[in-house]
């Protein structure tokens, strides 16, 4: 059932994608002055100047940067699910913050059986550029790692929100939990990130 929610919402947010993009480029082609200020809008800005290419790149990037209103967010760009169940939650990177490592090469994940507090690191995740820590968002204990991603490190860019989850940790203690930020919150935080 999951499986079927994460295509679904992967189809709609690449039809999102294809027509913002070809209404853009349409829009170009007959109104740069327009398609330049949609161009400054969007919440993933550069500091280069803006060209024909980089207001594609944006858009294409907002459709990448989409947050699924089901998880809850951490300012460490980590996806948590299953929290309002409060028993086993999975954790994950954001889209967000698979794009801004760019290829990622290598995932160490802790032991099944480990003890986690939150806000402590429990991983790394290294990629082409650098090498970034796991938080836990959470206090408990790991229950089950995903050995797919450990020999496929590409499942964080390819589906961070699906195949590419980490760890399924059981809850032992809900201290911390209104750090977590909504859908909402988290895409104000990414904007605000990004613009700083």
Request: hydrophobic letters at 40%; aromatic letters at 8%.
């Amino acid at each position: 059932m999951n499986l079927i929610k994460t295509i679904c919402q992967y189809a709609i947010r690449s039809a999102i994608a294809l027509v913002l993009t070809t209404t853009l480029f349409v829009t170009n082609l007959f109104w740069p002055a327009a398609s330049e200020a949609i161009a400054q809008a969007l919440p993933v800005q550069t500091n280069q100047p803006q060209t024909n290419q980089s207001w594609l790149t944006g858009i294409l990037q907002l459709a990448l940067l989409s947050v699924p209103s089901n998880l809850k967010y951490t300012k460490e760009h980590e996806w948590v699910a299953g929290l309002e169940d409060g028993l086993i939650v999975s954790v994950g990177i954001t889209n967000y913050a698979s794009n801004q490592l760019g290829d990622v090469v290598y995932v160490q994940l802790p032991e099944v059986g480990a003890t986690v507090e939150n806000g402590d690191p429990i991983g790394e995740i290294e990629s082409t550029k650098s090498v970034s820590d796991i938080f836990a968002p959470v206090t408990g204990e790991v229950v089950e790692v995903n050995e797919e991603v450990v020999d496929d490190p590409s499942l964080v860019n390819s589906d961070p929100y699906g195949e590419g989850w980490l760890v399924k940790i059981k809850v032992t203690s809900k201290s911390g939990s209104d750090d977590f930020l909504s859908d909402q919150q988290y895409s104000e935080y990414i904007k605000n990130s990004s613009e700083a």
